[in-house]
């Protein structure tokens, strides 16, 4: 290791001492992750800078993973090239491009990544609109409760439902949705 920095130029020695700590940031970080650490974003607060800069959709360009990620290939292709014998100033914009591209890269790998993972969370205030079936019949005028099926958030839910009809709404009845309340109970009407 020692013989192959010796034998590389100034310029060479300054691409890989981009390359090299990038490199070693990216590999922990990648295994940390397989560990379940390192996958929140962390903002650093300080003068209104976050380390996390997004854009319009939600995609974190300037992340830390992103920036290493930027410096690594833009290290190492710069290595290549100027090993390989090419200009200087083509080297320098080429490792520059090739590193903006893999930050944009990461950047949107990141993004997809981020849509896979589900919070868990039911939000009732969806079901308004949703049609159901009832399973326990509701009593009429908001006298009581019934229980009803649906389907929200691609899981199939039974939820305690009312109703303002004249009528108690029977077992196996399609009902509409019409509200909610915070006590998790909507409120439903029954499809004609």
Not at 16 to 25: G, H
Not at 67 to 79: H, K, P, Q, R, T
Not at 88 to 103: D, K, M, N, S, Y
Not at 146 to 157: A, D, P, S, V, Y
């Amino acid at each position: 290791m020692i013989e192959w920095w010796n034998n590389i130029d100034l310029v060479g020695q300054i691409f890989a001492l981009i390359a090299i700590p990038s490199t070693l940031v990216l590999v922990v970080q990648t295994v940390l992750l397989f560990f379940g650490f390192g996958d929140d974003d962390v903002d650093i607060d300080g003068d209104g800078l976050d380390a996390d800069i997004e854009g319009g959709d939600g995609m974190a360009l300037f992340s830390i993973r992103g920036i290493m990620g930027m410096a690594a290939v833009g290290g190492w292709s710069g290595l290549v090239m100027h090993e390989a014998g090419i200009n200087i100033w083509v080297t320098i914009l080429l490792a520059v491009a090739f590193g903006f591209l893999a930050l944009v890269g990461i950047a949107y790998i990141m993004k997809l990544a981020s849509k896979l993972q589900a919070s868990g969370n039911i939000d009732l205030g969806r079901a308004v609109g949703r049609v159901g079936t009832v399973y326990i019949p509701i009593p009429p005028n908001m006298q009581g409760t019934g229980k009803i099926n649906i389907t929200l958030q691609e899981r199939f839910l039974e939820v305690t439902a009312m109703t303002n009809a004249d009528r108690k709404i029977a077992t196996g009845e399609s009902v509409r949705i019409v509200a909610t309340d915070e006590n998790s109970v909507v409120v439903v009407e029954p499809i004609k």
